[in-house]
């Protein structure tokens, strides 16, 4: 060990040195009322990480004094972990239970030396008498009982002769002592309840004061390693073991600080609430601190391990920031983990001058790993990209595709978009692109096209559906308390993620990196072959961080380096309020949400607007996408339009008077001459048709100019009805009102 040393080891190494043991042992007592949490883990890795470097041992011990709270399946948790962790405690574990006899009788030595007594003050008057931190306290009049009487009541309370709490064990020790935990602590209290491994053999059970020094002593221990909590009862530790002149080697006490996590709970009480209140998903809920739930989202030993080195043994409390553990689970997979696609928020993109497919060779280990492997990834006409991977209105530094900016698919090629088609609210439903021959990745490529970065992809025929588990922060307080401080929005699950195959079948390993999503890890309990689940581990950065920090300035556009993790820069609370405004009340989609409420003209223009008209999709529609355009070239105040006028517009297009096709050549018209959006129309006899009497013949004259299309109809491809749709259109430029026309169209082809 070339690490600088901790305390406890330095201890550890001196009593070493001294000869005052031979052999190091130490334990890890956990009470099973209880999933172990990661500051058991760190326990877990101080107790048996001391053993182990000193050639010694470490028990697992059960400390089971307190009957109405254990349970066997808590044992079964605190095993797993231990194991999980890579530990090994030997054949045997330990129960404090199975040394109740041995406690017992060192109870009773102590009653014959006069050094403990049975006291029967009710509850107020026993803390009455206790005194204060400032005042000694009082001893009880029962402390006078003869031996014999001590005995006599000890051995009747052991029989179940009394109520719980009408008699305890004390020991006899000091009621002015400065250390409050020494005045005549208790040793045994009456509870008369089964334990769930001794059965109803005890009606008395020793506190944990009196049980775990004797444990200790009892399995040989040396080094009795605890949390600073337990620091005033090392005087009852030690009274205990001298008073009674035990025969050496004895264990020691040492004491190492607690640890805590911020937006965590640790204490296994307010879990428990979390578990049985149904607030998360049983004790190995992924978004649980307990090593069952860790385990569960995709953690490995590994990390938590090197998490607990980092932080250290120190002797002071403090909170350690729960972004420490997520770097070392991020930090060890990005070494170890096979890199995927997967697309979460599928958007179709038809490649239109590509047919067949191919195979497309991808490592899956592409980053400096020394690890061979890798797949196919098939390729062919239809893929799906995320949809945040385009936008027609890019921000600025925004580098993946749009409609002026190509984009290179990971380890294939770089696709350009040719078209982008909506549905009638403006979301997008499809990109038409094309792709360059000569970009292939991994071949020389000689398009000559640049791009800025690579994005995820799936093959449409070959994707594989999964569905996706994201976890955020159980607690939106950094100190919380309890279920009061849950994060709503800690589980969030996205059922049409798309997969490419490989993942699959091939399973080339457990964990995953999905790239520029993040790690992933397959869900041990819901994952099946019909519904592939899959849990974040960690996401590639620690977006929180960024999330909390306020904007400070706009990101640095990395022009040069191929941007593969795709972040755009946050919100900032103003654009915040503004999107949960357009999305929720005005119902936008995000997209246009997402122009509108991140560019402050933008936003202006469009409230403007939609003061003079109540429509507020249709409006944003427009604003987002070509006042938006206008905007790329111009100053706000060279607009020869104004608000009020998209308004006039959006009227038109409302009632039917003109097509949002024809709008936008009126929008044309306006943004270059100012002229009223009204006036346009009139003069230029641009009124929407939606008259059947003048549409019909026109519908007629289609058809009878394309009989074999007719034919193809009527014999059942029903596709074509697009097909005349669009040539109706296109005779009466655009003017006839699209609804009526696929009204008559079909009524005429049928
Ligand atoms: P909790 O308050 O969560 O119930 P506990 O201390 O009562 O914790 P035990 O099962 O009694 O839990 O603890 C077993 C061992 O783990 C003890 O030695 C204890 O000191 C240690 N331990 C528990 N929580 C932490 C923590 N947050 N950091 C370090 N060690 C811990
Ligand atoms: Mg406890």
Not at 669 to 682: F, L, R, Y
Request: glycine content about 6%.
């Amino acid at each position: 060990m070339s690490k600088k040393k901790d305390f406890l080891r330095t201890i550890v190494e001196n009593d070493l040195k001294s000869g005052k043991y031979k052999e190091i042992v130490t334990r890890f007592p956990p009470e099973p009322n209880g999933f172990p949490h990661i500051g058991h883990a760190k326990s877990i890795s101080i107790n048996f990480g001391v053993a182990r470097d000193y050639n010694g041992h470490c028990n697992l011990r059960m400390d089971d004094t307190n009957p109405t709270k254990e349970d066997t399946k808590y044992v079964e948790a605190l095993e797993d972990a231990v194991k999980w962790l890579g530990f090994d405690w030997g054949d045997e574990i330990y129960f404090t239970s199975d040394y109740f006899s041995q406690i017992h009788d060192y109870a009773v030595k102590l009653i014959k030396m006069d050094k403990a007594y049975v006291d029967s003050l009710d509850e107020e008057k026993m803390r009455e008498y206790r005194g204060t931190v400032t005042e000694a306290g009082k001893r009880s009049k029962y402390a006078e009982r003869s031996v014999a009487e001590n005995l006599d009541l000890f051995e009747r309370m052991k029989n179940g002769e009394f109520r719980d709490g009408e008699h305890v064990l004390r020991a006899k020790i000091d009621m002015s002592a400065a250390n409050m935990k020494m005045r005549d602590p208790l040793l045994y209290r009456i509870r008369n309840v089964e334990h769930f491994r001794a059965g109803d053999a005890w009606s008395i059970y020793p506190m944990y004061d009196f049980a775990h020094c004797l444990s200790d002593y009892i399995e040989g221990v040396t080094h009795s390693l605890c949390t600073l909590e337990f620091e005033n009862n090392r005087d009852i530790y030690n009274w205990v073991l001298d008073t009674l002149e035990l025969k050496p080697p004895r264990p020691y006490q040492y004491e190492f600080a607690r640890l805590n996590i911020n937006y965590t709970v640790m204490s296994k009480r307010k879990l428990l609430e979390l578990v049985e209140g149904n607030y998360v998903n049983g004790w190995d809920d992924p978004r649980l601190p307990t090593i069952a739930g860790y385990r569960r989202r995709g953690y490995t030993p590994e990390s938590i391990l090197t998490f607990c080195e980092q932080i250290g043994i120190a002797k002071a409390n403090s909170v350690v920031d729960v972004a420490q553990l997520e770097f070392c689970i991020r930090d060890d997979l990005n070494k170890k983990v096979p890199r995927v696609l997967c697309v979460l928020d599928p958007l179709k993109v038809t490649i239109e001058n590509y047919e067949g497919s191919e195979g497309i060779d991808a490592p899956y280990y592409p980053h400096d790993v020394p690890k061979e492997g890798s797949r196919k990834i098939p390729f062919s006409k239809e893929i799906f990209i995320e949809r945040e991977d385009f936008k027609e209105n890019p921000p600025k530094g925004y580098f993946r595709l749009t409609p002026e900016q190509p984009v290179r698919l990971r380890h294939g090629y770089i696709i350009s978009c040719k078209e982008v088609i909506k549905d009638a609210k403006g979301n997008i439903t499809e990109i038409k692109a094309e792709y360059y021959p000569a970009s292939k990745s991994g071949s020389e490529d000689t398009s000559g096209i640049k791009v800025k970065s690579a994005i995820q992809w799936v093959s449409a025929a070959d994707a594989k559906k999964v569905e996706i588990r994201l976890y955020d922060r159980l607690f939106k307080n950094e100190l919380p308390e309890g279920v009061e401080d849950l994060n709503p929005d800690s589980l969030k699950i996205i059922k049409n993620a798309l997969i490419e195959p490989a993942v699959i079948t091939e399973k080339p390993d457990e964990r995953f990196q999905f790239e520029r999503q993040g790690y992933f890890y397959a869900d041990a309990v819901d994952y099946s072959d019909e519904t592939p689940v899959f849990n974040k581990i960690v996401g590639l950065k620690d977006s929180w961080g960024k999330k909390t920090k306020e904007k400070k300035a706009a990101p640095k556009p990395q022009a040069k380096k191929v941007q593969i993790d795709g972040e755009v820069a946050p919100m900032s609370k103003e654009e915040e309020a503004l999107f949960e405004r357009y999305t929720k009340e005005l119902q936008l989609n995000n997209e246009v949400a997402n122009t509108l409420a991140r560019d402050e003209n933008l936003s202006k223009f469009y409230e403007e607007a939609l003061s003079e008209c109540n429509s507020p999709v249709s409006i944003a529609n427009i604003i987002s996408n070509e006042v938006a355009r206008e905007l790329k070239q111009k100053e706000l105040t060279e607009l020869k339009f104004s608000p009020k006028q998209i308004a006039e517009l959006v009227k038109m297009i409302d009632d039917a008077t003109i097509s949002t096709k024809i709008a936008k050549d009126v929008f044309e018209a306006m943004s270059k001459n100012g002229e009223e959006p009204k006036k346009i129309v009139e003069s230029r006899g641009l009124v929407q048709i939606s008259d059947p009497a003048v549409i019909l013949p026109i519908i007629e004259e289609v058809m009878a100019k394309n009989p074999d299309n007719v034919e193809k109809f009527r014999a059942g491809n029903t596709k074509l009805i697009g097909f005349f749709v669009g040539q109706v259109l296109k005779a009466t430029g655009g003017k006839a009102n699209p609804k009526v026309v696929n009204k008559l169209v079909a009524e005429k082809l049928n």
